[in-house]
């Protein structure tokens, strides 16, 4: 079939139907459900090609931290693409915006984090990571270094690398790298054990890391990878103290730290970066994509401390690592613009004060009977929905409650992501108040809704 650039939102969803692969998606229900067409987005509203309009409650996928409509964007990457659209940043070549970008995440990471590596997106910046992680070792003549921890329901990514990375829920009916991923339990406090404080609860998580390290061996431990917020694993946040205890592990057994901030970074908890500001650690690596470019381009940095960067920077071996779209002009055009708004608005102030406002706005969903736990940090947050307060039981996976929470918040103009049984948030960051309270306010009579849903169908107690 030749291709239509005529808009018919009939014509979209069938095509795409026989020819889109979606990523994550069922695609046996894909063929029977369609999916809905974006077209179009202003501030924190997207709008479909039948000309109905939602509150983003996603921020395009945890993204879109500056809202959509940006003209200085467009123009910042227009400008770009006039004077050159694209060349090679490999061996000695650059170019200005990648060398301006790259000063400028300098200046705002922790610590000594200052060698910057760029790709365009997440998976990529982590697979990145640990291929430098490698290489250090190889660098050092620690040719056995080279095991991996990382936890379950992470999420790192979907190249094969990162994807082994990502928890195992991720792995079913796929295959992984085995034999040097290694994943250790989640911290997540809504299901520790019973009767367990979060304390106890965090010193088990630290003693589990560093028993696994010990039983690895230190001499074949390279490095801990860790989101500072579990996001695609369901906005889990760790116990008080967690990431700077397991920090001082990976210290002491010389593993390196890899923050994922792929999610937390530009603002989304109310800092530029969240590992020192928040969490209190100064990783040896940060991953971070997403928020850079606000999703205008694609675009994702690693970010490497001195320490590394003198080891493999010493004469003897080169850098065999890079994309042809490393360092694209267009791309880092976009992330330094995005930087300069972020700033000038005072962006992670203002989450600072409004996310609260968030939280406490969804926090009020606790008192429903499907909700189990609503947790979260400023624009990161999630709703659990369970059977049974009690227990804890989850409803069975057939029933999709997270869905039809989702599909009930979509009639109503509003996008969440559903998660199995979870219901996940994310939007940009120039939410209003009002915004704020009507996304509550739908999620609230949207859970009500399914509530009667399954209980009429007698899936649920009710
Ligand atoms: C924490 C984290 N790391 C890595 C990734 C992978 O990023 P990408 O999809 O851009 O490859 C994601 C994507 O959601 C993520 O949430």
């Not at 080279?146 to 690398?161: C, D, M, N, P, Q």
Request: with cysteine; aromatic share 8%.
């Amino acid at each position: 079939m030749e291709p239509n650039f005529e808009f018919s939102t009939q014509d979209l969803w069938e095509r795409d139907t026989e020819y889109v692969l979606h990523p994550f998606s069922d695609l046996a229900a894909h063929k029977k459900d369609g999916c809905t067409v974006i077209a179009s987005a202003e501030g924190v509203t997207v709008s479909d090609s039948d000309g109905n309009r939602f509150i983003d409650g996603i921020g395009g996928l945890w993204c879109v931290n500056i809202g959509y409509g940006r003209e200085e964007m467009v123009e910042a990457i227009a400008d770009q693409i006039r004077k050159i659209p694209f060349y090679s940043a490999f061996t000695n070549l650059t170019n200005a915006p990648a060398v301006n970008l790259a000063t400028k995440l300098a200046s705002l990471t922790p610590g000594d984090l200052n060698k910057v590596f760029f790709g365009t997106g997440g998976s990529m910046a982590n697979d990145t990571a640990i291929r430098i992680v490698h290489h250090y070792f190889n660098r050092l003549g620690k040719l056995e270094k080279k095991h991996v921890i990382s936890r379950e329901h992470a999420y790192h990514g979907s190249t094969f690398l990162a994807m082994s990375m990502t928890g195992p829920a991720y792995h079913a009916g796929w295959d992984v790298a085995t034999g040097f991923v290694h994943h250790v339990s989640a911290p997540y406090p809504y299901r520790r054990p019973d009767g367990m404080s979060v304390d106890g609860f965090r010193a088990q998580l630290v003693d589990e890391l560093e028993n696994k390290i010990l039983e690895i061996g230190p001499e074949n431990t390279a490095a801990f990878i860790a989101e500072p917020i579990m996001g695609a694993g369901g906005v889990i946040v760790p116990p008080p103290g967690y990431h700077r205890a397991t920090w001082e592990v990976c210290q002491k057994y010389d593993v390196l730290y890899i923050s994922d901030e792929v999610v937390t970074a530009f603002g989304r908890l109310g800092h530029m970066f969240a590992s020192r500001d928040i969490f209190d650690v100064e990783p040896d690596i940060l991953c971070t994509a997403k928020g850079i470019s606000s999703g205008y381009q694609p675009l994702s940095a690693t970010i490497i401390s001195e320490r590394i960067y003198e080891v493999i920077s010493d004469p003897g071996g080169a850098f065999l690592h890079g994309f042809t779209y490393t360092g694209h002009p267009a791309c880092c055009a976009a992330g330094l613009k995005n930087i300069e708004i972020l700033e000038r608005e005072d962006i992670c102030g203002r989450v600072r004060r409004t996310g609260p406002l968030f939280e406490d706005a969804l926090g009020a969903l606790t008192d429903l009977d499907l909700v189990g736990e609503v947790r979260g940090s400023h624009f990161m947050m999630c709703v659990e929905n369970v059977a049974d307060k009690g227990t804890k039981k989850l409803l069975p996976a057939e029933v999709q409650v997270g869905k039809r929470i989702a599909n009930h918040c979509q009639k109503l103009g509003l996008i969440v992501r559903p998660l199995e049984h979870l219901n996940i948030l994310s939007p940009p960051l120039i939410l209003s108040e009002e915004q704020i309270g009507q996304i509550a306010e739908i999620l609230c009579k949207s859970i009500k809704a399914t509530m009667d849903d399954i209980a009429r169908e007698g899936l649920w107690k009710g």
